[in-house]
């Protein structure tokens, strides 16, 4: 477990001891996780360019539990859901308003697990810090 900087512990979802950075995308149109969403993980370097770390699929549960796969260094990383691609309940070749959604996260205290969650609707998106 990591600290969350305020004295609680931030369990790490992959359950390891490692901190990672994970998501979950839930469908709020459906109520189901959103599946075989395409994540990829970027750190942006000193000049502001990307270089990506990670990519996958959001699983059965909607979820993608390490993006990091390697040791956390401060910095700021970018988290993009390409959500014009295939999904699980998203019939094939559906028109969605919002295609992709890059986030950029500014993280300091690389001792503590940072999950990103994302309700995905029609015509709304919300991520929030999750823990």
């Known amino acids: ?9 931030t369990p790490n979802p ?3 001891g490692a901190p990672t950075i994970s998501t979950h995308v ?12 395409h994540v ?6 000193e ?8 990519q996958a699929l959001t699983d059965s549960d909607g ?14 990383y970018r988290l993009e859901f390409n959500l014009a691609g295939p999904r699980g309940a998203a019939p094939a070749g559906e028109d969605l308003f919002f295609r992709r959604l ?14 990103v969650p994302l309700l995905l609707a029609p015509f709304s998106l919300t991520t929030y810090r999750g823990s």
């Open 1 to 9: 477990m990591a600290s969350s900087g305020e004295g609680t512990p």
């Open 14 to 16: 992959t359950g390891h």
């Open 26 to 37: 839930l469908d709020t149109e459906t109520g189901t996780p959103a599946v075989g969403v």
């Open 40 to 45: 990829i993980l970027y750190k942006l370097g």
């Open 47 to 54: 000049d502001e360019r990307p270089i990506r770390l990670t």
């Open 63 to 76: 979820r993608v539990r390490d993006l990091l796969e390697r040791p956390m260094s401060p910095g700021v």
């Open 102 to 115: 890059t986030l950029d996260l500014r993280i300091d205290d690389v001792a503590r697990s940072y999950h």
